[in-house]
């Protein structure tokens, strides 16, 4: 078990690593200059200010800038000064905003966590709950009504989802504010709590539908194992058969799928942080994207694939403890 | 003897003698039963393929996509680029059905004429991404410890970044043309691929035929194109026909978030996010294209539980 879980750790860093060193290399191909709109702007603003600056000026404005971000050396020694800051825990500086990486990710990274978590705990109680309420009922209406609706459910892309609640609930009904977004601990919670329904919704209804098609199906092959029937045999009540003998077997695969799912919140939430104009990570990227802001697209793909692995070593870990029949090799 | 033999209890030349009948030629015919007809596994598809109404329905709805797809200039009411600034944010009418957008143009023209560009996605994607997980995944498996070691390695991370950030990542890098972006979403879906035939070549590896193949002599090659492929192909169709509803979703995204094909190309993702500004007001402009995208996603997801169905012979008899 120690080995195992010393044996993952290490596979963990190293896909951290090859994914940094990837996604380094493939933003260095990137068509298009990270530093000309930001030389755009300061002979903007040294006109404004009264000063012409010469063509040379120029020149040396733009060396400077390439220095300062280490773009005028050849790319492994980049990659290397990168992950020395990196290991010192300097994430360096956004190219076009000139923020402090590190702080900015820290503020919106607490705003998509809190999001991401909320619709996780949603995801799972609603996914589990209907899937085992089909897995119960198979073939009566209720089964069949919950499986059409998850079976279209997963068609519908994110943002399509959204712009039906936006429309219904923040429109037509005007039941909720359809942007912006705070923490509750930054003041008035009620309204925070308020802007907080729609995103949420986004974020769990796909995965609701998807967690509990998976569920029925996993729910209906324990209740078809012997020692389920065996149960009913004996004249246990259907509450003591479902929660003592089928749930907890009927639930253990879901756990492998939990993993997928943070992925799958991570990857989605730059579609809703840009619909909702909520201040997250999902949001910094997107606008990172448009003006070719390396340092912060290295930074935000390194977290999320950190927080992908991490995820998937916790489940794993997780599903081997819960399930004595896995051997660890 | 007649050649016409079948077991068909009905057919009047197959019937035998009645009781008191005397045997005559015809009683011989019966006594040379004939083996029984082979099992036209095509049929034996379309029968559980068309059992569930709703995969029925799916395939009629990828059908109308493909048909708007083929023939866009015959189907659509107006040119979909002509800008028109006199009939702007106008409601459906007998003119536009669908309403114009805010420079003019026919929504609905724009819709029929996306949906060539949707179905190019979703094929291109899947048979790109396909092709390329198959190599991989042959290459892992017979390419000696090294490259196994290299490619799966590879995947595995490339496993761990999320989907939708890897995939605008591609877009931005290989520019906003149609070609790049089939390019994208396949480069975010090929890691499934190379698992999927690596984890096959592993099974079939282990067979005894495989062993009788080698010790007869039989080069690589011959066993990858006699023995793995074939194995592959079942699971690959059904991976791949699921695959079309996620490369349209993933290409959607992209151009909603505004790193898909560049205007004024009429795209599903980018005409949803464009009418978002007036939802409160025409939510039409952006309603009917995303309803287009959720017609043909749920179509392909439906004609791919229908092949997983009539592929599968576990699956056989279940009803989801």
Redesign the interface.
Known sequence: MVSFIIKRVGHSIYIVILVSIVVFVLMRMLPGDPILDLIDQRIEDAIEAGIAMSLEEQDQLRADLMAEHDLDQPIPIQFGRWAMRMLRGDWGRSIGRGYDISTELGNRLAISMYLSAIAMVITLFFGVLFGTICAIRNGKFIDNLVTSVSNFGMTVPGFMIAIVLVYILGFRLQWFPIFRFWLPWQGNPGGSIRHTVLPILTMTLGGIAGLARMTRSTMLDALNADHVRTAWAKGMREKTVILRHVLKNGLMPIISGVGGMIRGLFGGSVIVETIFVIPGVGNMMVMAMLTLDYNVIQAVTVLFTFITVMANLVTDILYGWVDPRIQFS | MSTKITNDPNNADNKGPGIGEPFGEQSFEVLTEAPLPPVNEFVRFMKVFCRRK?VVFGLFLVLIVLVAAIFPNQLAPHDPLTINLLRTLEPPSADFLLGTDDLGRCTLSRIIHGSGLAMQVGVATVLVSSVIGTVLGLIAGFGGKFLEELIM??T???I??????LI??MA??L?RGVFGLVLAVALGGFPGYIRLVYGQVMTVKQNDYIMASISMGDSKMRIMFKHILPNCISPMIVTMTMGL?GGV?AE??LS????GLAPPTPAW?GM??AG?AH??TL?WL??AP??A??IL??GF??VGDGIRDALDPKMRGT??
């Open positions: 709703v390695r590879f595995d991370a490339w761990s970044i999320p989907g939708m950030i605008m990542l931005v890098i520019g509803g979703m959607a995204g909603f978030i505004g790193l993702g949803t996010d978002r939802l409160a939510p952006s309603l995303g309803m995208i959720v996603v749920f997801n439906m009803n989801n």
